[in-house]
């Protein structure tokens, strides 16, 4: 069944169990591609997201929300001469999920002032999506956001960006794990009482509002390689698939792609199939690269539609190789090493796959990787003090040392949880 994109939006889910698809996805006109080098990321941003959204917003709200969302840079920084790295970092939370998590508030507040409704999202996060939610929804107006996360379980600057918020967000720290918040979160979706006193909305990874604009960044980084490579291969490091689900998207819509490559850590279930054609769901493990720590890739069934299942045609466009923890301490030291540079952890699993890939396939000439970065190293720093290595921290964490962390403590009880939602 299909529904307009205000709904997907605000449902996330279809009753169907599925995910929302765009029912066509709009060729991009190659003209205006071709003048791309003269163009802004936003700018581009806004011709890639109104050839999908013009029947349902208007080009000059379109504008002003990826105006406003997309306010940051996403540079490209070589690292050698045929691999570059695409800083997804310099947004508020320091992950590639602020392009989602601007975007998607700012479209939802859009739609709500149409019609004067008010929204509490729920979210439950192990590290970065809370962040990138809690920021991007912050003094959004009709809007208030409940953030749920594992108490000790986050690292110190992820956690910072959960809890000194205030206004529309607030932080609570469960006694327990990831998978318990988000029980709670899914009971609280579930429960009727709640549902008819609050209008619950979920800021999942899985809703198209944050896929749309990770159209973006493919498309820039298009834009400013096209004169010198005639071939782009995107290396994303993969948890949930939404990211590089984005970029074959684009692609989809007519971007120039050679080829993606899905990187993932010990999480290995789309290589796997890729290599067997058997997609084996399991209990995920936990790695160094934490937000790649999926055992069931959601988006993943977002792919297999592009390609109508065909698994022979998926593997022409999708590679994916995957990386256990001591394989990616030592591409963050060799990175470190060799080319003076930090990677986080999951940037460490793109690096890994461009070097096994030039292994394992014939290069054509003038054939360019580029690595998605998806966050910056100073948000995971265990790793980095075990290594030695120091890193500097933006701008933007400095600010949050001196913020007041205001934060509610609580058993992991639903009846705790609801009762204090319902207060
Ligand atoms: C969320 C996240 C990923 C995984 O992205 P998906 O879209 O779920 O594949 C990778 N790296 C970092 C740092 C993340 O926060």
Same mark, same amino acid.
């Not at 490209?76 to 997804?88: A, G, N, P, R, T």
């Not at 003094?139 to 690292?155: A, D, E, F, Q």
């Not at 070097?355 to 980095?384: G, M, R």
């Given at each position: 069944?299909?529904?307009?994109?205000?709904?997907?939006?605000?449902?996330?889910?279809?009753?169907?169990?599925?995910?929302?698809?765009?029912?066509?996805?709009?060729?991009?006109?190659?003209?205006?591609?071709?003048?791309?080098?003269?163009?802004?990321?936003?700018?581009?941003?806004? =011709?890639?997201?109104?050839?999908?959204?013009?029947?349902?917003?208007?080009?000059?709200?379109?504008?002003?929300?990826?105006?406003?969302?997309?306010?940051?840079?996403?540079?490209?920084?070589?690292?050698?001469?045929?691999?570059?790295?695409?800083?997804?970092?310099?947004?508020?939370?320091?992950?590639?999920?602020?392009?989602?998590?601007?975007?998607?508030?700012?479209?939802?507040?859009?739609?709500?002032?149409? =019609?004067?409704?008010?929204?509490?999202?729920l979210v439950a996060t192990s590290g970065?999506t809370g962040?990138?939610?809690?920021?991007?929804?912050?003094?959004?107006?009709?809007?208030? /956001?409940t953030i749920l996360y594992p108490k000790g379980k986050v690292s110190p600057?992820q956690e910072l960006?959960l809890t000194?918020?205030?206004?529309?967000?607030q932080a609570i720290a469960i006694d327990g794990t990831f998978d318990d918040c988000q029980a709670l979160v899914k009971k609280a979706?579930?429960?009727?009482?709640?549902?008819?006193?609050?209008?619950?909305?979920?800021?999942?990874?899985?809703?198209?509002?944050?896929?749309?604009?990770?159209?973006?960044?493919?498309?820039?980084?298009?834009?400013?390689?096209?004169?010198?490579?005639?071939?782009?291969?995107?290396?994303?490091?993969?948890?949930?698939?939404?990211?590089?689900?984005?970029?074959?998207?684009?692609?989809?819509?007519?971007?120039?792609?050679?080829?993606?490559?899905?990187?993932?850590?010990?999480?290995?279930?789309?290589?796997?199939?890729?290599?067997?054609?058997?997609?084996?769901?399991?209990?995920?493990?936990q790695?160094?690269?934490n937000?790649?720590? /999926?055992?069931?890739?959601?988006?993943?069934?977002?792919?297999?539609?592009?390609?109508?299942?065909?698994?022979?045609?998926?593997?022409?466009?999708?590679?994916?190789?995957?990386?256990?923890?001591?394989?990616?301490?030592?591409?963050?030291?060799?990175?470190?090493?060799?080319?003076?540079?930090?990677?986080?952890?999951?940037?460490?699993?793109?690096?890994?796959?461009?070097?096994?890939?030039?292994?394992?396939?014939?290069?054509?000439?003038?054939?360019?990787?580029?690595?998605?970065?998806?966050?910056?190293?100073?948000?995971?720093?265990?790793?980095?003090?075990?290594?030695?290595?120091?890193?500097?921290?933006?701008?933007?964490?400095?600010?949050?040392?001196?913020?007041?962390k205001i934060c509610l403590e609580m058993r992991n009880s639903f009846d705790e949880f609801k009762g204090h939602l319902?207060s």
């Amino acid at each position: 069944m299909s529904v307009d994109f205000e709904t997907a939006v605000f449902n996330s889910l279809p009753a169907d169990k599925g995910l929302y698809m765009p029912t066509v996805l709009p060729q991009i006109d190659e003209e205006v591609m071709a003048n791309w080098d003269k163009k802004s990321l936003p700018e581009i941003a806004f =011709e890639t997201a109104y050839a999908l959204l013009k029947d349902d917003i208007s080009a000059e709200d379109l504008k002003a929300i990826i105006d406003d969302a997309a306010n940051f840079d996403a540079p490209l920084h070589q690292l050698e001469k045929d691999v570059f790295v695409l800083e997804l970092f310099h947004g508020p939370s320091l992950a590639f999920k602020d392009f989602g998590g601007r975007f998607m508030s700012r479209i939802m507040a859009h739609f709500l002032k149409k =019609e004067q409704k008010e929204i509490q999202i729920l979210v439950a996060t192990s590290g970065d999506t809370g962040g990138a939610v809690a920021l991007g929804f912050l003094n959004v107006p009709g809007i208030k /956001v409940t953030i749920l996360y594992p108490k000790g379980k986050v690292s110190p600057i992820q956690e910072l960006q959960l809890t000194t918020n205030g206004n529309n967000i607030q932080a609570i720290a469960i006694d327990g794990t990831f998978d318990d918040c988000q029980a709670l979160v899914k009971k609280a979706f579930h429960d009727e009482e709640l549902n008819e006193k609050l209008n619950l909305t979920s800021a999942n990874s899985i809703n198209i509002s944050r896929l749309i604009p990770q159209m973006f960044y493919y498309a820039n980084t298009y834009a400013k390689l096209k004169d010198q490579f005639d071939n782009l291969i995107f290396v994303t490091p993969s948890g949930n698939f939404g990211n590089i689900a984005a970029g074959m998207m684009a692609w989809k819509m007519g971007l120039p792609v050679s080829r993606f490559i899905a990187a993932t850590n010990s999480n290995d279930i789309v290589p796997e199939f890729l290599e067997t054609g058997i997609y084996k769901a399991r209990p995920s493990v936990q790695t160094l690269a934490n937000a790649m720590d /999926v055992g069931d890739p959601s988006n993943f069934v977002r792919i297999l539609d592009m390609f109508d299942n065909n698994l022979e045609q998926l593997k022409e466009m999708l590679t994916s190789y995957s990386y256990n923890d001591e394989e990616i301490k030592s591409a963050i030291d060799y990175v470190y090493k060799e080319k003076s540079y930090v990677v986080c952890p999951h940037t460490a699993t793109g690096f890994l796959a461009v070097t096994s890939d030039k292994i394992a396939q014939k290069q054509q000439e003038k054939t360019a990787y580029v690595v998605l970065a998806t966050a910056h190293p100073c948000k995971f720093p265990d790793v980095f003090k075990e290594m030695g290595i120091m890193i500097e921290e933006p701008e933007q964490v400095k600010d949050l040392y001196v913020k007041e962390k205001i934060c509610l403590e609580m058993r992991n009880s639903f009846d705790e949880f609801k009762g204090h939602l319902v207060s």
